[in-house]
Structure formats: structure tokens, C-alpha cells
């Protein structure tokens, strides 16, 4: 049975294991959107991030003998941890698959966490390639595989942060945005709160690159996803499961599908203005904000997942949120090969606040004009406008390169 009481139990057998992880007024969302936006900060966990939740609550019920036999799981970095310090505290050897795509700063948390107890094996591109070694190492040695989502308690352990939430805030919201991957917390709030607080509208942030429950939805049953961004690698999951499909369609959430960029631009705001660190997927429910529009003097929460972010990952966060505002952009610029042409380019085309941030050129002797790669960032998205019109009515010839072409690709 998975049900409202089946979450408040797994909040009894987490006491004392998770956090009670704070409940907090955000000014900056509330003064942007005139709703009360809440933060549940799952970052602050042991592991940070919400994932001990369900890890702990499916291993603290195995039996001797599926603990003597030991456990497997697939992560994209998260879940792995969840498991590696579960493992800890139960005394239960685990193998953690994960993806390449999962930052080396996840893979040393999960040893860290785990010890002894626990080896981390990579293999393969995406969660799925990781989730299908998973199960080919089950079938070969008889360990008990730990669901990263699709399993009814590691769901009834995501659904005690909804549980949580309500106690914290003395009431039910009148919103809460849950980041989606997999869809397992998802569905553990969806439970509990149908039978708690049936009044509370259930918002489902996914990234763009990897809208796998909103594919699901439309098309009546899980879909697997041709392509998929996996920038996101906490959410990037190209199928949600059996079981979450299924909670997920009978309560039948709003999804919002949130630009890898705009996710990008809201890591970097509760970073500078906040103090908060937060990984992409942690950012995800709140970068959903500006799209999903809450009504004025509204209790909305925002569920920050994890704050497992890699430090070196932070250039490439930079580079997508600029280019997501429309301040960054790339051109193949034609200079004529003679003196000066470079300085013409900077008087008369650039503006005083515009700045070169790439520049490749290489010089041609045979050609009267050679190529340049020039990245340029502008002080503002209207400033585009005004770029291209001086670039139009200058000599040098231009070329912007598309945000879709995979040259763009190669360059952010």
C-alpha cells in the first residue's frame, strides 16, 4: 500500500537519520513574483540533497538475508549518496553504478559517505545506461536493487518532505513546486498530500532537455526520450517509471518545462544574493517561477533538492545563463586583411560597454578578408538589437551563429 500513513511511518523510521531541513522565507522570490515563496532546504541534508529519504527508508525494511546478500544501485550522483550513507549506518555492502556525465565531485561524496561498505562503478553515458547495468548486476549476483524512484517506499520517503513542509508552515501552501526526474518525491508529495491536503496545487518542475513526465502524460503512458540534455544530471532521466507514471497521472500535476539556461540564471542568483549553493536540479523548482506564475499573497514552496554542486562546473553555468538572457552571443566576423581593421571594428561597431570575451582569428595571406570567431557580451538583451544594426551599417561583414547549429554546441 502506498499511501499517506505508508509516508508518515518512513517519517518515523527517518528520525533521527534525515534532517528536518529548514522551512525559509525567500525576499528575493517574493518580492519578483508578490506570492510568499518558501524554500525547503533538502541541500542541508547529510548527503545534501533529499535522497537519504527514500535509500534509507527501502534498506532500513530489507530482510537479514537480503542485507546478508547486498544491494545495487543506479545514480546520477544524488541517490548514490543516499544509498552510500544507508549503507554506512545499516552495515550493508552496496555497488553504485553511475553515469560519466556524473561530476567528480558526487563520485568522491558517495566513497566518502559509504567507506568501505560501498564501490562506485562508472559506466556508460546517461542514468538509464547506469540503471540497465544495475539490473544486469542483480540478475548475476542476487542483490537487491534500490530504486533511485520507482519503488513505493523510496517514494514514501520522498513524500515525508511534503509531510514536513506542512508541519513547518503550520497549514498546507497553496502551491508547491517539486523538481522532477524520475518523479519520485513527485509522487510521494502527491500521495500524501491527496489525502492531507487536497487543497494544495502540485506544480512538477522539469528541465527542457529532459521533460520525460510531461512526454509521459501527453502520450497516456512512460515514453522514452530520443534526446535528452543532461546538464540537468540530477533531473536528466530519459523515462520516468512505471509507478510514478501511474501516481502522477491519476492526481495529474502542472508541468513546467524550465529552460537549462533559466535554471542556470537562478543557480547564479541564489548563489549572489542568497548564499546558497544549489546543483542544477536544485535549482530547478524555484528557476520555475517566472513560468509558472503563482497568484499575489500566496503561500507557494519551492523545494530546493540538492546542493551537490561541482565548483569547476560554474564557467559553463555562467556562459548558459548569459547566453539565456540574450547578453552573450557569437559571430563569424569577415576583417579585411589590412591594418587597422580590428580597431574600426571596435570603434564603430562596438558599444562603450560591450565586451570580447572570445576571439579566434587566423591570418590569411591569400584572401583579402579573414574569418574571426568573435564572442561578445552585451550589457542587456535590447542591447542585441542595437549591436546587429551597427554591425549592419559598418563595412565588416558578420554572420551570427545560431544557438542551434552545432558550432554553437561545440562553443557552449
Not at 52 to 57: E, L, V
Not at 169 to 186: E, H, N, Q, R, S
Not at 376 to 393: C, H, K, N, T, Y
Amino acid at each position: 500500500m502506498l499511501d499517506a500513513e505508508a509516508v508518515d511511518r518512513a517519517a518515523e523510521r527517518l528520525r533521527g537519520v534525515s534532517v528536518v531541513t529548514p522551512l525559509q522565507r525567500n525576499q528575493r522570490l517574493s518580492d519578483a513574483t508578490g506570492a510568499r515563496i518558501w524554500i525547503k532546504r533538502e541541500d542541508l541534508q547529510p548527503v545534501r540533497s533529499y535522497k537519504i529519504r527514500g535509500a534509507y527508508n527501502l534498506m532500513s525494511q530489507l530482510t537479514d538475508e537480503e542485507r546478508a546478500a547486498g544491494v545495487v544501485c543506479a545514480s546520477a550522483g544524488n541517490h548514490g549518496q543516499g544509498v552510500a550513507m544507508s549503507c554506512r549506518l545499516l552495515g550493508i555492502r552496496g555497488r553504485i553504478f553511475v553515469p560519466s556525465t556524473t561530476p567528480r565531485q558526487k563520485r568522491q561524496r558517495m566513497t566518502d559517505l559509504g567507506g568501505d561498505d560501498v564501490e562506485l562503478v562508472v559506466v556508460g553515458d546517461t542514468y538509464d545506461d547506469a540503471a540497465e547495468a544495475a539490473r544486469r548486476e542483480c540478475e548475476r549476483t542476487g542483490a537487491t536493487i534500490v530504486p533511485a524512484f520507482d519503488d513505493p517506499r523510496t517514494i514514501a520517503g520522498g513524500g515525508t518532505c511534503a509531510r514536513e513542509i506542512v508541519e513547518q508552515l503550520g497549514k498546507a501552501p497553496d502551491v508547491l513546486i517539486v523538481p522532477v526526474g524520475g518523479a519520485g518525491m513527485l509522487s510521494g508529495c502527491l500521495v500524501w498530500m491527496a489525502e492531507r491536503a487536497p487543497q494544495t496545487r502540485i506544480v512538477a518542475a522539469e528541465p527542457s532537455g529532459a521533460a520525460s513526465l510531461a512526454a509521459a502524460l501527453e502520450a497516456g503512458r512512460p515514453v522514452t526520450l530520443n534526446r535528452m540534455d543532461t546538464f540537468v544530471d540530477g533531473a536528466a532521466v530519459r523515462r520516468v517509471g512505471n509507478l510514478t507514471f501511474s501516481l502522477c497521472s491519476r492526481r495529474r500535476p502542472v508541468t513546467v518545462s524550465v529552460p537549462e539556461g533559466r535554471i542556470c540564471s537562478e543557480m547564479l542568483a541564489l548563489y549572489q544574493v542568497d548564499g546558497i549553493i544549489a546543483e542544477p536540479a536544485g535549482a530547478l523548482a524555484a528557476a520555475s517561477l517566472g513560468l509558472f506564475a503563482p497568484q499575489p499573497d500566496t503561500d507557494v514552496v519551492v523545494v530546493l533538492s540538492g546542493g551537490n554542486n561541482d565548483v569547476s562546473r560554474y564557467a559553463e553555468i555562467v556562459e548558459r545563463s548569459l547566453v539565456y538572457e540574450g547578453r552573450k552571443h557569437y559571430f563569424l566576423v569577415n576583417f579585411p586583411q589590412e591594418p587597422g581593421a580590428l580597431r574600426r571594428f571596435l570603434d564603430e561597431v562596438l558599444g562603450p560597454d560591450d565586451d570580447i570575451t572570445h576571439f579566434e582569428y587566423v591570418k590569411r595571406s591569400n584572401r583579402e578578408v579573414g574569418p574571426a570567431l568573435v564572442g561578445i557580451e552585451v550589457p542587456g538583451p535590447d542591447d542585441f538589437v542595437r549591436l546587429l544594426q551597427s554591425m549592419d551599417a559598418s563595412p565588416i561583414t558578420a554572420e551570427v551563429i545560431d544557438p542551434n547549429s552545432p558550432m554553437y554546441r561545440f562553443l557552449v
